[in-house]
């Protein structure tokens, strides 16, 4: 790779450069939009989701200025500071979540066989 970088260098640059555009301008998946759920109600979901360890989904928003929002699957904690977090399963990598940006969050149900 680094014999490559070195005899083409104006190739490797216009490469990168259209990699980047292309990401830049491709159209991004859109997360269906949840309902905005009430302050108790999300309070009462987010304490069930502490106190329960069952996965859940939490929908927050991504900014303030915008509607875009992010699903996020996990398992919800809380450490000694009171920040909110969430584990994922399946990388087990903790995600810091601003109570503030809570839009919605769904309980995961359980199937006995």
């Known amino acids: 790779m680094q014999n490559y970088l070195i005899q083409n260098p104006i190739e490797s640059f216009f490469h990168h450069t259209i990699t ?6 491709s159209p991004k998946k859109r997360v269906p939009l949840k309902e905005q759920l009430t302050a108790e109600e999300l309070i009462t979901r987010l304490e069930y989701a502490l106190n329960s360890e069952e996965a859940v989904t939490i929908q927050i928003n991504d900014s303030l200025l915008s509607e875009e929002v992010s699903d996020l699957f996990g398992y919800v904690y809380q450490d000694n500071h009171g920040h909110v977090l969430l584990q994922s399963p399946s990388t087990h990598q903790f995600h810091k979540i601003l109570p503030g940006t809570i839009r919605h969050i769904t309980h995961q149900k359980r199937y006995s066989c």
């Open 20 to 25: 980047a555009i292309k990401k830049r301008f």
